[in-house]
C-alpha cells in the first residue's frame, strides 16, 4: 500500500522558515518524480514543485521560485520542502504527491494527508 506521510508544518510568522518532510512507504521511492502542492482555505489546489528521481532536476511555481527549496534523499525514502521568507500567502494545507510516469508536472496518482502551513503575525 503507498503511503505518504507529511510532517513539519505549522504556525510561523512572515520572513521565517519551515521544512516539511514526506515519508514514503509502499513503493520504490527512486522510480517515481515527486511533487508537493498545496491548497490555500477556498481555493483549488495548486502545484508548488518537482523533483525527478534522482535528485538532479528540480522545478518550481513562480510564486515560490527563490524562496522553496525541494530535496529527497532516495536511502530513507524522504521528501521535503525547505521553505523560507515565508509570506502569509503561503498559508495552505501541504501535500505531497507522486507523479504519474512519463506525464507532464502536476499529474499525481497518490496524496499525502497534508501538513498545514500558517503563516502570521
Known amino acids: 500500500e503507498v503511503q505518504l506521510v507529511e510532517s513539519g508544518g505549522g504556525l510561523v510568522q512572515p520572513g521565517g522558515s519551515l521544512r516539511l518532510s514526506c515519508a514514503a512507504s509502499?513503493?520504490?521511492?527512486?522510480?517515481?518524480?515527486m511533487s508537493w502542492v498545496r491548497q490555500a482555505p477556498g481555493k483549488g489546489p495548486e502545484w508548488v514543485s518537482g523533483?525527478?528521481?534522482?535528485?538532479?532536476?528540480?522545478i518550481y511555481a513562480d510564486s515560490v521560485k527563490g524562496r522553496f527549496t525541494i530535496s529527497r534523499d532516495n536511502a530513507k525514502n524522504t521528501l521535503y520542502l525547505q521553505m523560507n521568507s515565508l509570506k502569509p500567502e503561503d498559508t495552505a494545507l501541504y501535500y505531497c504527491?507522486?507523479?504519474?510516469?512519463?506525464?507532464?508536472?502536476?499529474?499525481?496518482?497518490?496524496w499525502g494527508q497534508g501538513t498545514q502551513v500558517t503563516v502570521s503575525s
Open positions: 523533483i525527478n528521481r534522482d535528485d538532479s532536476s528540480t
Open positions: 504527491a507522486r507523479e504519474i510516469p512519463r506525464y507532464d508536472w502536476g499529474n499525481m496518482d497518490y
Open positions: 509502499g513503493f520504490t521511492f527512486d522510480d517515481y518524480a
